[in-house]
């Protein structure tokens, strides 16, 4: 069990399938609400992230914490920025 919101920093992320994702490097916080509202994810895998880029995963996404992060949902690949059609 988490003692501190900080203890998810460092901790390897698997998709629902046992993919994995990356590891944690920081989290999104609402202040006001004092909650966490995602997880910043660095290095991410390239097969699941276009570029390796980092992404931001929000918590509701989350299935398990512990020795891992589990998540229930995850889309099949996350490409780049999508163009304007004019």
Known sequence: MLQE???????????NM?????????LVIDVEGA????IFI??????LVEGS???NVPYRWISN???????N???KHVGGKEK???
Do not use: H, M, W
Request: aromatic share 8%; charged share 15%; net charge neutral.
């Open 65 to 71: 914490v512990g020795d891992i992060i589990l998540l």
């Open 42 to 47: 660095s290095d991410t895998n390239p097969l």
């Open 73 to 75: 949902y995850f889309p």
């Open 53 to 55: 880029r980092p992404i």
């Open 18 to 26: 046992g993919i994995y994702l990356g590891n944690v490097t920081n």
């Open 35 to 38: 909650k966490i509202n995602g």
């Open 84 to 86: 304007a059609i004019a």
């Open 5 to 15: 919101a900080s203890e998810l920093i460092g901790r390897q992320c698997y998709t």
